[in-house]
């Protein structure tokens, strides 16, 4: 299973982009890179998710190089509501199963 | 559209004694369902998921089991609570492989005395 790093903790102004790395090295061809984030006490929610291309919704932009060894999340303009811990998840699983391991995430703390 | 319910919410239970934690999944058939538990100050630990109705897998050794008697009905339960049971439960569902966004539910902490 490809694993991921992240780091422990990030601040980012408010109205700034946040940029949150990681690291998958190990990612085989097939998998997909995911983020997810956990505001305090609720359960996960989904952000994005991508294969090979950048992609961009509503809530963030995924940049994956090219080797497919890192990725990069960015909230364009954060806010105070966006404090949460972010997990960057590489899809891990066969057949119809759909297991995401989590990891310990970045804790990214928007400051005003 | 699709909803997911727990309950009880928050659940306080001394040691030794059951538990008996409920998921239901609304507006979506044939979802595989999952119960994860996360402990203080500790990332998400995924413990079951399930394919099917009566399908169960289990991630890591411990003191708890699942069932799904029904297609959009996930139990996790357990016969004696330990303290290290204590924690922040969560399910979830998705669509299978392809749809992997998973949809949290709003939690169960469970504090264990």
């Not at chain 1, 991921?4 to 700034?16: I, K, L, N």
């Not at chain 2, 998705?94 to 169960?108: A, D, L, S, V």
Request: hydrophobic share 30%.
């Amino acid at each position: 299973d490809a694993k991921t790093t992240q780091p422990t903790s990030m601040d980012c102004a408010e109205g700034r982009a946040a940029n949150l790395p990681c690291n998958h090295s190990t990612i085989s061809g097939n998998e997909y890179v995911y983020w997810y984030r956990q505001i305090h006490s609720q359960g996960p929610q989904y952000i994005i998710h991508g294969l090979k291309n950048n992609e961009t919704n509503e809530m963030a932009s995924l940049i994956i190089t090219e080797d497919r060894k890192s990725s990069t999340l960015i909230l364009p303009h954060a806010t105070l509501r966006d404090t949460a811990v972010y997990y960057c998840i590489v899809f891990t699983g066969s057949g119809n199963t759909g297991k995401l391991i989590f990891g310990q995430g970045t804790t990214l703390q928007v400051k005003p | 559209s699709q909803t997911i319910h727990q309950w009880p919410a928050t659940l306080v239970q001394p040691v030794g004694s059951p538990l008996s934690l409920e998921c239901t999944v609304e507006g979506t058939s044939n979802p595989n369902l999952y119960w994860y538990r996360q402990a203080a100050g500790r990332g998400l630990q995924l413990l079951f998921y399930s394919v099917g109705i009566g399908q169960i897998s289990s991630e890591v050794p411990q003191n708890l089991s699942a069932s799904r008697p029904q297609d959009r009905q996930f139990i996790l339960s357990s016969k004696k609570l330990l303290l290290s049971d204590s924690g922040f439960y969560l399910c979830a569902w998705t669509r299978g492989r392809i749809y992997n966004e998973q949809f949290f539910g709003p939690g169960t902490r469970l504090t264990v005395l």
